[in-house]
């Protein structure tokens, strides 16, 4: 493989990334940035079970929690945030 992967499939593609990115500053730069995404969109709001009922007028941010999305592309790679902060730290 020569440069970085259009596609990432399984965790084992972020670790072959991972051994590429000690190599070459460019891939580093790119796996650091496609981590802090998985992060990022790993999380989707909610709306809070005792504001169900409030009308969409008068809902506020307070209304929506944060909660971890078992959908997300972290998850279906089956990373964890500890695992991607270590990766992160290593390289």
């Known amino acids: 493989m020569k440069g970085y992967p259009k596609t990432i499939g399984t965790k084992q593609d ?4 991972v051994e590429l990115a000690r190599q070459d500053d460019e891939i580093k730069e ?3 940035q496609t981590l802090d995404n998985l ?32 959908g997300s592309a972290m998850a279906k790679l089956g990373l964890t945030l ?8 290593n390289l």
């Open 30 to 32: 790119q796996l650091i």
């Open 39 to 70: 992060i990022a969109t790993s999380q989707h709001f909610v709306i809070k079970s005792e504001s169900v009922e409030k009308p969409i007028e008068e809902q506020t941010s307070d209304d929506y929690e944060l909660i971890y999305d078992p």
């Open 82 to 89: 500890s695992e991607i902060n270590n990766i992160k730290e």
């Open 14 to 17: 972020i670790y072959n990334l």
